[in-house]
């Protein structure tokens, strides 16, 4: 069986962390290396958890810092939903791991440019890594099979009433991105925000007993919040929908739009205007030509995430 060749860039963060236990245990991915971005947390932050993940798990994928903040816009942060070290609530011992010397964007460069295969790049925090190596290097666009990412929605915003926080975090970037001309498939909140589990999903999860689902129940249960109902709110699994897709293309149905990156307008600042087309990326048209996710299986999701802690 064939692996997906992936480069993970993330913000560590919850469901970030999850991205990455997938990333580095799934038999049909082929993580090449773990970039990190500044978004959920500070870039000291953000670094530091990914290397704590990585040690947790026994992974030894070499984990490249990268931009320290956006490229235009003033840095924000999500403290309200990754606490102050961005991975509040899960209990994580210390590392002695460094980052690797080499930038996160140069190491996404060089491994594009010398990879004889096309590989797939998975970035679920702000895309500035990502718009950076684009612009450093756009020869590596031909070697990007495709750019599966968290972030967007066709609809309504999570930060703010239009934008969700990924792409509000570096609009710039963001456009930068979807206006490459290399496919891009965006999984937005209109299919991430429905992998919030229910108590009976994560007493399953609890029940499998293993460092993988005692890891991913942690993650689940930070922020504290209940509903009207009192009862628990879970996190949700944004982030880890892009790689459910890569393994699994069933597991989300996707829909082709032509989608615009709100750069210019101050109260609409982040949105990702989308609008279903039938066109080609051709470049006369207003906006990007992508495929954003409409529906998703969470059957499957599930299913395949319990494959997964099973595993560790």
């Known amino acids: 069986m064939a692996k997906e060749k992936i480069i993970l860039d993330c913000d560590p963060g919850h469901d970030d962390a999850i991205a990455i236990m997938v990333a580095g245990l799934h038999e049909k991915l082929d993580l090449l290396g773990i970039t990190v971005v500044a978004g959920n947390q500070t870039y000291e932050n953000v670094t530091n958890n990914a290397l704590r993940i990585c040690d947790y798990f026994g992974f030894d994928t070499h984990v490249h810092g990268g931009v320290k903040g956006p490229l235009v816009r003033k840095q924000v942060i999500a403290s309200d939903f990754h606490g102050e070290t961005g991975?509040?609530?899960?209990?994580?011992?210390?590392?002695?791991?460094?980052?690797?010397?080499?930038?996160?964007?140069?190491?996404?460069?060089?491994?594009?440019?010398?990879?004889?295969?096309?590989?797939?790049?998975?970035?679920?925090?702000?895309?500035?890594?990502?718009?950076?190596?684009?612009?450093?290097?756009?020869?590596?666009?031909?070697?990007?099979?495709?750019?599966?990412?968290?972030?967007?929605?066709?609809?309504?915003?999570?930060?703010?009433?239009?934008?969700?926080?990924?792409?509000?975090?570096?609009?710039?970037?963001?456009?930068?991105?979807?206006?490459?001309g290399v496919p891009v498939v965006m999984m937005g909140l209109d299919v991430t925000n429905?992998?919030?589990?229910?108590?009976?999903?994560?007493?399953?999860?609890?029940?499998?007993?293993?460092k993988a689902s005692d890891f991913l129940y942690q993650s689940l249960h930070f922020p504290k919040r209940y509903d009207e109902n009192g009862n628990f709110i879970y996190h949700t699994l944004h982030d880890v929908?892009?790689?459910?897709?890569?393994?699994?293309?069933?597991?989300?149905?996707?829909?082709?739009v032509e989608c615009i990156v709100?750069?210019?307008?101050?109260?609409?600042?982040?949105?990702?205007?989308?609008?279903?087309?039938?066109?080609?990326?051709?470049?006369?048209?207003?906006?990007?030509?992508?495929?954003?996710?409409?529906?998703?299986?969470?059957?499957k999701f599930w299913n395949l995430l319990y494959e997964v802690i099973k595993m560790y």
Do not use: W
Not at 141 to 156: D, E, F, P, W
Not at 194 to 210: C, L, S
């Open 241 to 256: 929908v892009t790689l459910a897709y890569i393994i699994d293309e069933s597991i989300v149905e996707l829909e082709k």
């Open 87 to 180: 991975l509040d609530g899960i209990k994580l011992p210390g590392t002695e791991r460094k980052i690797e010397k080499k930038h996160a964007v140069n190491f996404i460069v060089d491994t594009l440019l010398n990879s004889e295969e096309k590989i797939t790049l998975v970035p679920v925090g702000p895309l500035t890594n990502i718009a950076m190596a684009l612009r450093l290097e756009p020869e590596i666009k031909g070697k990007i099979k495709r750019i599966v990412l968290m972030g967007g929605s066709c609809g309504a915003g999570n930060h703010t009433p239009f934008a969700e926080f990924n792409i509000y975090a570096d609009p710039e970037a963001a456009h930068i991105v979807f206006s490459s």
């Open 262 to 299: 709100e750069i210019k307008d101050a109260e609409k600042y982040g949105q990702t205007v989308c609008s279903s087309c039938n066109c080609e990326n051709t470049g006369n048209q207003k906006g990007a030509v992508i495929m954003a996710g409409k529906k998703i299986n969470l059957e």
């Open 194 to 210: 429905k992998t919030m589990p229910d108590a009976e999903i994560v007493n399953k999860i609890q029940a499998t007993n293993t």
